[in-house]
């Protein structure tokens, strides 16, 4: 024998599931409930099913395996199965539960328990008035049905302490439930209106001065500038290249007269040069007084001041003896003569530490360590462009064991110092500050053009080289102009209107390309009539 299949929908009522009950063309219908057993639950639906099904000459089977289910389901002598292949059963009814008997007083004790008995029961009132068509067939509630079973045993006494909890519960409620209205009705209802505007291409290409001791100043072309640094002590070992005569310097004394009438002075330290060219330099000062007359002197009875004075010679070496007569170089018109031949001088040479050598040195001390030190100081740097070309290797505390010039017995030398490493970059505050500067200076003739984007997220620094504090590069950046669009007039055209009145509305002014209208809540459909609830918004269209 064939069977239909019916499946219950949670939003079901017991109306309509009779309905398709009634409506089925098979005698033995299979009932398959959803997870959520819904209106299964009331034993009056249960028995409104079973009698429909009598009279209808029908077999009701119910698919389930919720236990609570199929004990209904037995108390109305409705078989269950626990999927369409099994074979249905009744299930066994489940043991009534004991009242704890402190709301319930039994009937039989009472002066009219006998009538109380005698009363019709609960559930066979309300199934026959809903077969008739009353309005009984409504489920009732579970706690109504608790209610009519124990009314069976005995009379319900009033719980006042129930129903006040229940009362200020309803109470608690309706409060929530305004509160929440308000809230959803006055104040939660926003609008926010994108606009699109069709924009052009505005660039910039300035000539900028980065340093963090400046200040972002349009008309100095200088902008505030983030400086890292990596510190670093380094020593290295190096070889002494030069090579120097280091023996004893030749001397001797030096007369110096003057034909003049006025006393000159000569400075120690005072070069003065031999008739071979070598050069010997005064031990200390001396004043050479001026000429007198005196017919005792000749030629012209003129007789010059004179002043004697110690000379080394510059370098060491047997070079510098044996030089003698006239020396070029006196200051002040003196004549100067080697008293005596110059002598002591003898050679010796040593391996010495050059310039070349130190400077070398400096370099090697940084050598694979740049490319790293460069790369972690950009990784320092955060929310700001870094300056491509401003890494910068300086040394502080250079110090070389021998000294420049001095001799190194073992030929070796050492070289210490501080390596400094730095980075600038610029922050998009910064960076924004100088080109909103900019841009405003550009846009001065123009009042009806405004900046819509100012090219900040995608500038760059170019050709940039470092100074003294800092450093000098080329800022590079496009910027987006439109039309000026009025924020308040967009406000007051939107008020109250819904998103197709928007967009016909605004998309007719021209320079707007698109409008996009976003409400909040989601219930919301129009835009409020307060302009503090209206946000405007402006994008750019970067469709040319």
Sequence with gaps: MNKDVIYIDVEDDITAIISKVKASKEK??????????GVLQSAVNLRLLARTADGSDKRLVIITNNHALSSLAASANLPVAKNLQSKPELAP????????????????????????????????????????????????????????????SGSRVPNFNTFRKKMIAAIAGGILLITFLVWAIVFAPKATIVV???????????????????????????????????????????????TKNVGEKASSTVTLRNTSPNAVSVPAGTTLSSQSGLSFVTSGAVVVAGATLSFSCQPNNLCPGSATVSVIAAEAGAKYNAASGSMSGAPGGLTATLQSPTSG?????????????????????????????????????????????????????????PDVGAESQSGNASLSATVVYSLYGVSSGELGKYLDSYLKKQL?????????DNGNSKAVFQDAT?????????????????????????????????????QENLQSIQGIESVEV??????????????KKVIVQFKVNDKE
Aim: aromatic fraction near 4%; charge should be negative; charged fraction near 30%.
């Design 93 to 152: 009814i489940s043991a009534l539960e004991v009242d704890d008997g402190e709301d319930v007083i039994d009937g039989s004790d009472l002066p009219i328990g006998d009538h109380a008995k005698q009363a019709p029961n609960a559930d066979d009132a309300a199934v026959d008035a809903a077969i008739a068509g009353t309005d009984m067939a409504q489920p009732p509630k579970d706690g109504e049905r608790t209610k009519r079973a124990r009314s069976k």
């Design 444 to 452: 001065a003739s123009r009042e009806n053009q405004r900046v819509y």
């Design 345 to 401: 001088g003898t050679d010796k040479m040593a391996r010495v530490v050059t310039a070349e050598d130190v400077q070398k040195a400096k370099d090697s001390l940084t050598d694979g360590d740049t490319s790293n030190a460069e790369s972690q100081l950009k990784s320092s740097i955060k929310n700001a462009k870094i300056i491509d070309g401003s890494f910068k290797v300086d040394y502080t505390d250079v110090k070389s064991v």
């Design 466 to 502: 470092n100074t003294a504090n800092g450093a000098e590069a080329t800022l590079v950046a496009t910027a987006k102009v439109g039309p000026r669009l009025d924020e308040s007039d967009i406000k007051k055209q939107s008020l109250g209107r819904k998103t197709g009145e928007i």
């Design 518 to 531: 976003n409400y909040f809540p989601f219930w919301v459909t129009s835009v409020p009539n307060d302009e």
């Design 196 to 242: 699109a505007a069709k924009t052009n291409d505005t660039s910039i290409n300035a000539k900028v001065a980065v340093s963090d001791s400046v200040t972002t100043d349009l008309d100095k072309k200088t902008i505030k500038a983030t400086k890292v640094q990596k510190t670093e002590k380094k020593t290295v070992d190096f070889a002494a290249s030069g």
């Design 28 to 37: 033995i219908i299979a009932l398959v409930p959803p997870k959520r057993i």
